[in-house]
């Protein structure tokens, strides 16, 4: 990642259309003069069922409370979707929400649903895999529909887009199969386990076991950390696309308390070995306490709206590979349970804080997804408004029913995102999603890349941009204005630039404001980017009045001589 645009700042230069028509240079920056009153609605999807886990239909905004940071809020957007129909069942409660605006998603775009099927293969034995992808590839037949889109990634110490965003069922299933025959780390990670238990059962002191014990963790605790950066990755992929957003997380692994059962063990066999008391060992594992890294990828995923629906693999047959012939003696089943709660507990979390469900401790994976199907399918999306300052920061967030006889899941907290972050976000989704909105009109039109050596070219591109679109304020020293743009770039192996972002302020005199109609700015930049097809995206805002134009651009950096 982040391998391409390292000249943009150097590069990057604002034309004008006309000599002429030079807009003058504010000494001031726009936004001191501009007071922005940012009235955002907060969305949340809900899904609403009995005790027995039926789905609960016809609710409206009075069956529900919803509070922001401990703070009841007036639910302001509500509707319904039932089997992919929007419902509104919209039913002021008070006087001032019959003002309030439509929902953020209506129609078809609260229909869009983006499918991300992660399979940690680190730590999946490979007989394990094979029940859970046939039902996988059941519920893609059966659920991803004209619209949906799906993508399949593998981890094994590193990241793998093994499918990108598609509706193609076939190339789904098909990957699959392919999947279900090669080789997974499971087994590899079991054997690893297996041989630390054999050390510890053959060291001579406390403190050599200890010494086993904590080298196990440290393995363990890298393999999550991966693990744990390349979830929160996939899911900025999300981050600036509308609709319903599910992962699904098959693991065995993402232990919560890295190599906790190694040191059950060692407490196990003390009293064999004739150690000193060993109570201290429970300390020593909770100095490998992983639960704020479990918790960074709800937060990731709750930041930019995904719902994480999580499955143990390992089913009723978790950890019994731990009493073979391989092992000197059986392991307690405390041992075992330590090491199988190590990974369930982590799942668990994951699907709580989101409003998912996890699967453990059952060989019933068609359940899993059945639950799945029935949560795409019927649900709410409640709104409030949010008046708070936007600064990037992590805020808690509770539905509740009035009706206790009912049980809601949602996500249990969002990022109130700065305006700098949503159009990050946004750009970042417009390279995988083909349709960016355009509010300003800009048109995006690049020229003939020219080679810069080490496989790289410079590209130039111009943003034109309707001058009747941008708004400008009267001050002492004309009217006054400006923008901003942002880029990314991403190539055809998938490796992407940061996102730059570059202000442009402008200066109209009252002549010139008076003739816009018709007229159009030119801003111009040169891009560096790798040799081969590349994928430019684009967002220009207006610095007054925070109205956004995007646009994507495919290009061919080569040399065509």
């Known amino acids: 990642m982040n391998r391409l645009l390292t ?107 983006r499918f991300i099927f992660f399979i940690d293969n680190l730590s999946l034995a490979p007989f394990n895999r094979k029940p859970v992808f046939k039902e996988m590839q059941k519920f893609i037949d059966e659920n991803l529909v004209e619209g949906d889109l799906a993508m399949i990634a593998t981890f094994n110490r590193d990241l793998k887009v093994r499918v990108p965003f598609t509706n193609d069922h076939a190339f789904l299933k098909q990957t699959l199969d392919i999947i279900a025959e090669e080789n997974s780390f499971g087994l590899q990670n079991q054997a690893e386990r297996r041989s630390s238990e054999t050390q510890i059962q053959d060291a001579r002191t406390y403190e050599e076991a200890v010494g086993v014990a904590r080298s196990y963790a440290y393995s363990v605790e890298n393999d999550l950390r991966q693990a744990v950066n390349s979830l929160r990755s996939l899911m900025t992929t999300l981050a600036g696309v509308d609709g319903k957003k599910i992962m699904v997380v098959a ?78 003696g059986a392991t307690s089943p405390i041992v075992q349970n330590a090491a199988l709660t190590n990974s369930t507990e982590s799942l668990r979390i994951l699907a709580a804080m989101t409003g998912g469900v ?87 039109t690049t020229g003939q890349a020219r080679a810069a050596g080490n496989d790289r070219y410079t590209l ?36 992407m630039s940061d996102v730059q972002q570059q202000s442009h302020p402008m200066t109209l005199t009252e002549a010139q404001a008076k003739d816009l109609a018709g007229k159009h700015y ?17 967002a220009l805002v207006d610095e007054a009045t925070k109205q956004i134009g995007y646009a994507t651009r495919e290009v061919l950096a080569a040399d065509l001589r």
């Open 251 to 328: 693991s065995e692994g993402l232990q919560i308390q890295p190599g906790r059962e190694l040191f059950y063990y060692i407490d196990e066999i003390a009293g064999r070995k004739g150690w000193r008391s060993s109570s201290s060992v429970y300390l020593e594992a909770t100095n490998f306490n992983s639960k704020s890294l479990i918790e960074s990828v709800a937060q990731a995923a709750n930041a930019n709206g995904v719902t994480l629906y999580t499955l143990h693999a390992g089913g009723l047959g978790a950890n019994s590979s731990a009493n073979t012939a391989e092992n000197q």
């Open 460 to 495: 130039p591109l111009e943003i034109r941009i309707p001058m009747e679109k941008l708004a400008f304020i009267p001050t002492g020293e004309g009217l006054r204005g400006g923008f901003s743009v942002f880029f990314v770039v991403a190539d055809e192996r998938g490796d």
């Open 7 to 113: 000249l943009l700042l150097v590069l990057g230069a604002a034309m004008p259309l006309g000599a002429a028509d030079t807009p003058k240079q504010p000494t001031e920056d726009i936004s001191k003069l501009v007071e922005s009153i940012d009235v955002r609605v907060i969305s949340v999807d809900v899904v609403v069922t009995d005790k027995k886990g039926n789905p609960v239909t016809g609710l409206t905004r009075d069956d529900f409370l919803v509070f922001d940071n401990g703070r009841q809020q007036p639910i302001s957007n509500f509707f319904e979707v039932v089997e992919r129909e929007v419902i509104d069942r919209a039913k002021p409660a008070t006087a001032a929400a019959e003002t309030a605006p439509v929902a953020p998603f209506v129609g078809a775009r609260a229909l869009q649903r």
């Open 522 to 538: 030119t801003y111009t930049v040169e891009l560096l980017m790798n040799k081969g097809r590349n994928r430019i995206s684009v």
């Open 358 to 444: 996890a699967t453990t401790g059952t060989n019933n994976f068609g359940g899993a997804f059945e639950r799945i199907k029935r949560d795409i399918n019927s649900y709410y999306s409640l709104g409030y408004r949010s008046g708070v300052e936007r600064v990037d920061r992590q805020r808690s967030i509770e539905v509740r029913p009035k009706n206790k006889n009912l049980v809601v899941r949602s996500r249990r907290s969002f990022v109130e995102k700065s305006l700098f972050t949503e159009v990050s976000d946004k750009v970042i989704a417009n390279v995988f999603y083909s349709a960016p909105e355009n509010d300003l009109g800009i048109v995006v």
